[in-house]
């Protein structure tokens, strides 16, 4: 199949790579950074602009992976071509693309994605859900060369994952950096909390995160608790998130015993 990515970032970097691996030809790669495209277009063959009025109408589809706020303002620009236009957002419904054009999709993988690290995209889940039984089908077949975990997906479903995304990843990550940081504060390295938090990332392989909570809230250890707060004196922030953390554990938790 040919394809043009509209976008350059993380997500069109390991998407353009995926689909060149599997045989797929990418056409161009668009960025408004030139330097940014052109860096991408490179590795994938493709090649590279950084204005819409230079994009090549010899392309199969076309795969939106910028910024949600910026897709609205590029679907109308592509329509006109009147071929398959998707985006890779987990926040934005299928709506914003069929509102312009009839041949429109959704082609979503939920993963983080960093530039510089690799990843077996093979075992990303791709959300599909296409305007039409036709594209949605098509949509299928594209992402079954890149992927084994394939899901059709609604808007109103995929934004309830993309949510529920960011409470597992994002949320947690910037937790993480907390850690880092007040670990930092007395000379400590973050490498003592990783094998934590691997231990933490393999239990809930097999079971459910609920089940399988620790921790001084789920022993109701006030104590515990009020020492930590105290030790977050003048981090109101911080006091803040660690309270409303710890009240969710309490009432959600049908955990009995924990050991950190």
Known sequence: MRISLIGSGNVATHIAAALKNAGHRIVQVYSPNLQNAAMLAYHVGATAVDALKDIDAE???????VKDDAIT??????????KLVVHTSGAVSLDALSAETANAGVFYPLQTFSKTKELNFWQVPMCIEGATETITKQLEELARTISNNVYRVSSAQRKVLHLSAVFACNFTNHLYGVAEQLLKESNMPFDMLRPLIAETADKIKAHSPTTVQTGPAVRKDERTMQAHLQMLEGKEALQEIYLLLSQDIIKNSNAGNGDN
Do not use: K, R, W
């Open 59 to 65: 392309t199969d589809i076309f795969i939106i992976a």
């Open 73 to 82: 303002s590029i679907v109308p620009q592509l329509s006109t071509f009147g």
